[in-house]
Each structure stands twice: as C-alpha cells, then as structure tokens.
C-alpha cells in the first residue's frame, strides 16, 4: 500500500528521488510554503512594535504560532513557549540561562552518552564553568538505559537531568517520564531534547512531566532556522534573559534595563515571524496527516526495511532488533565497506541517506564504531521506495569492488 | 567520470588493494592524518634521503577515497625531491578546489583521476588527507624540526 502524501511536496514532482534522511530534515510540503508566502506577501512587517494593521497582522500571525504550537504539546499557556532557531539553540539556552545561574559547584548534571552534540557540549560549558560534575547515563547495545543504570546515577546532587526522547543514531526511545519521575523526586529539573520525537509522535509536555522540552521546526515538515523551548512558567519566570536587546525589555536607562514579561523575554531582536508561519502551517499538515498514520507507515516500512536489511549478512544493524524500537531509524554498517563510500556510490542511484558520526561521537564510541550510514524514514516514504533501496543496496559491495 | 566509474576504475584497487599500505622499518618521519568528522585516520610515513623521497608508506583507516589518495600519492611521490613533492601537494589540492590547469593536472598521474571530487564537497577533506599531511610532514623535516 502505498500512499499520495509525496504530491504534498514540490521536492518531489518529476523525479524518483528517494529521501532517507529525515533525521537530519524532513522534505516542507506547499502549504507550509504557501502560508510562509501569504505571510510575506499580505503582512510582511516586524512584529510587535507597530502600530499599523500589517505589523499587528504580523503579529498575530507570530501570536498564532505559538498558541498553535502550545496546544500541540500540551503546554499550559503560550508564555511557555519560546521561539528561537533551532533544538541547539533552544538547549543551549536552557544550559546558559537556567544552567548557568542554578548550578553550584558541586552538583552534578545528568546526561545520556547517546545524546546529540547539542546536548552534550551545553553541559560541558555550564560543568566547567561552574565546577559541577557531567554524568552520563549509559545504555546497552540496543540503546536501552536500565532502571537501576538511572536510579545509581540520579541522585540528591543530581540538579539537571537532561536526555533526548528518540536517539538520532538508535532510534530507540528513551524511558522519559520514568526518569522525569526520579529526577524530580530527587529535587532536580527535566529537559527533554525532542528533536526526533515531536515529528514522529503526540508529544505532550504534561504526560512525559517534562520541565523543558526542546525541538525544530525543520525536522517537521516546517521551514530551517525556526526551534521551539517549552518551559514551565514558574521556571522560565526565574530565569535571567539568554540573549538581551530589542524586544525584550520594560524599561532601559543608562545603566540598567528591567525586562519584558514571558515569552519575550527570551525573545531578543526581531523575530522569525514568516518562520513562526511556516511552523504553524507544518503543525496544521502533520495534524492532517495524522499522529496514528505517521506512525503506521513508519512502522510498516521500518519492518520491510530491516527485513531485507537482515537477508544480507554482511550488513550489521545498529541498536535493537524489533524494528518497532526504531522510529524510522536504521543504522548501519556494510562489512568492508565505509559509510561515507556507500552514500556516496547509493547517490548515484538518487538514494540520499546520512554517514558519519551523527553528531553523536560519545555513543559512536560506546557502540564501538567509526562512523555509521542511517537510513531515517517519514510518514511520506513509500514500500516501492524501501524496495528499491534495498534493491540497490545489495549491489554496494560489488560498485565497491569486493566479490 | 561517474562517482560509481571512478570507484571501480581506480579507487577500487588502490583501496582493497594498495601498494603502499605497510610499515617503514625506518623512516625519516611519521605523521599522523586525521579528519575527525569522517574518523578518516592515516599514518603516513616517509624515508628521505638527500632531499629525495626514497621511499614512503601509510597505515591506518578510512574511506576508499582516502586510503586510495593515499596509495597513488605514494606511487607519485617517491623519487620525488621533496620540493617536487611539495609542489604536486599543492597541485593537488588545487585541482580538488578547481583552480589547477590542466598541465599541474597531469602531472598528477593517475591521482588526476579525482579530479571530479571537486563537485563533491564532502570528500574533499578524504582526498585531500594523504597530500595535506605529506606537505605537514616536509614543511616540518625543512624547517629542521
């Protein structure tokens, strides 16, 4: 069974190209760039100082944005969400503002060893700034961090838990909310990287008891250089600005400033408003779309995909062998081969997959591993797709020249 | 040249089966090469004798680019005087970034044959790894380090 959502999107129109990397971004539909030309064509103006119908239109089309975007994971008001370029930067402001005027020397932050450059280095910053200890929280071969493996780790000096949703290179999905649930028993707060999860699933902030969660827009149909910080209130209210300017103030003198109240606060400068558009328009689509559906099809195709994967003995999977512990991500290595050599020769047949470490270099070593290929699926890849990669894939070694 | 053609021509061979990849029982300088993002990691070591590339040799890991760049640098280079070498390094590289004619490119011999990684910016820096740290390596030894 195959399905039509491809018509959605321009990218795709008159050529068999087949898109494997949604992990690193997803393909935008036209209405996503639909609603990011209407905004620029109908109200292109900085939002929220005019004083003239396009800029308030601008403005309520930004406003707009973050309802939508607060109702799509369950926040409790729209001052909970803040806009800023991307998963890094959202992370990289909670490190700098909460990290840095909360950790004491002495206390400990506790992170994942599969977690993405962008929640890693953060920490590193705020641990050595403010001598503070890095935990990391390792995982099995399948990816799975065990109960004890947190509850040793976790513990009355632990002030920062934070851990990724859905691994990048693994796919597998971490236990969330049973570790929000320790942690916050233990006094400290949860920051969830959801960069590869709230594309692929009902992400609600008050069921995984999260206290931060961080995503892109890009990686959800959405356009590049628009992100998402969710934050509780009371947490976000207490937090000194990230980034400080225009926009995000009260009152400013000489010498002092007081701020502006949530969200603009860590709002600083003029705003991506056509970004905020695109990223209202991408929620309405996956709305459309349809959680369940997504899901289905990623499931569906990810079983066809690792069992043609697992006919060929010289390729090694990475991670867990139910394909329903994957999200869509496929990891792996061709023996002889090296990554970058397959992507490189499966480009030649219009197969675009990601090699390398995957910025995610600690768990590349913890796997034992070089560098990987990964193949990552959306709800909008096809069975015909899966078969034919599969198709040129058991050809790699022989362009590659081993018999 | 088609990426597929170029890896079955030349890359191929050079990588499954090079000439060079071993050790030197005593050689005048080694150097590690590193790109850390591709985990590309070679060992190249050289024997220079009067100002004369006697012999060389590389070992380590990576992409069949890097280690067949490796390889046909090596067949290229030794009886060089390391100015000669020097100057085919930067010939190289030029070619990868598409400012080299085409005489610096024949020269190259059979590494001309990469010529097109120049279209492929993510293979740069694995074809580029060998030449780069040959020319670390003979910068070094004039410098008397």
């Known amino acids: 069974m195959n399905n039509d959502f491809k018509k959605d999107f321009a990218i795709f129109e008159g050529n068999d190209i087949i898109y494997f990397d949604n992990a690193a971004t997803a393909q935008r539909p036209r209405k996503v760039m639909e609603a990011m030309t209407t905004f620029n064509d109908t109200c292109n103006a900085n939002p929220l100082r005019g004083l003239y119908d396009w800029s308030v239109r601008a403005t309520a089309a930004y406003e707009e944005a973050r309802e939508k975007t607060a109702a799509f994971i369950g926040a409790q008001t729209s001052e909970e969400i803040i806009f800023t370029r991307n998963a890094t930067e959202s992370l990289n402001l909670v490190a700098y503002s909460y990290g840095l005027s909360h950790i004491k020397e002495g206390d400990e932050i506790v992170i994942s060893v599969m977690e993405h450059h962008s929640n890693i280095l953060p920490w590193q910053m705020v641990a050595r700034e403010r001598k503070a200890k890095l935990v990391f929280l390792e995982c099995d071969e399948e990816g799975t961090i065990a109960r004890e493996e947190y509850e040793s780790k976790i513990t009355d000096k632990t002030k920062i838990v934070s851990i990724m949703q859905v691994s990048n290179v693994l796919g597998v999905t971490n236990p969330v909310r049973e570790i929000a649930d320790y942690a916050h028993a233990k006094g400290a707060v949860v920051i969830v990287d959801g960069a590869q999860s709230v594309p692929h699933r009902a992400v609600d902030v008050q069921a995984l008891h999260a206290d931060f969660l961080a995503f892109s827009a890009h990686k959800m149909c959405g356009p590049m250089g628009m992100g998402v910080l969710y934050g509780k209130k009371e947490l976000l209210e207490d937090m000194p600005p990230f980034l400080t300017g225009g926009e995000m103030i009260e009152y400013v003198t000489r010498e002092d400033a007081t701020f502006a109240e949530l969200p603009h606060k860590f709002e600083a400068g003029t705003v991506n408003a056509q970004g905020a558009a695109g990223l209202s328009a991408a929620i309405d689509y996956l709305r459309d779309v349809g959680f369940d559906r997504i899901r289905e099809t990623e499931d569906r195709l990810t079983k066809r995909l690792m069992a043609g994967m697992q006919e060929l003995p010289y390729i090694t999977i990475c991670g867990a062998n139910d394909p329903l512990l994957h999200s869509g991500i496929v990891t792996f290595n061709i023996e002889g081969c090296h990554p970058h050599d397959v992507s490189s020769v499966l480009d030649t047949e219009g197969i675009c997959i990601r090699a390398g470490h995957h910025c995610a270099q600690p768990l590349m070593k913890h796997l034992g591993v070089q560098s990987t290929a990964r193949a990552s699926l959306y709800f909008y890849n096809t069975e015909e797709e899966v078969d034919r990669f599969l198709e040129k894939l058991g050809k790699v070694r022989e362009w590659l020249g081993i018999k | ?145």
């Open chain 2, 1 to 145: 040249m088609e990426m597929k053609d170029l890896y079955r021509e030349i890359v191929n061979e050079h990588n499954l089966y090079p000439s060079h990849k071993k050790d030197l029982a005593d050689p005048t300088i080694v150097l590690q090469g590193v790109n850390p993002s591709c985990g590309d990691d070679i060992n190249l070591q050289l024997l220079v004798e009067n100002d004369t590339i006697a012999d060389a040799a590389f070992n380590g890991s990576g992409c069949a680019i890097s280690q067949a760049s490796a390889d046909m640098m090596i067949d290229l280079i030794i009886g060089k005087k390391t100015d000669d070498a020097l100057r085919l390094a930067e010939q190289f590289m030029g070619m990868i970034k598409g400012t080299a004619t085409r005489d610096e490119i024949e020269e190259l011999e059979e590494a001309a044959a990469l010529e097109d990684i120049s279209h492929m910016p993510a293979r740069v820096k694995c074809a580029n790894l060998a030449w780069r740290t040959m020319k670390e390596e003979i910068e070094k030894l004039q410098k008397g380090e």
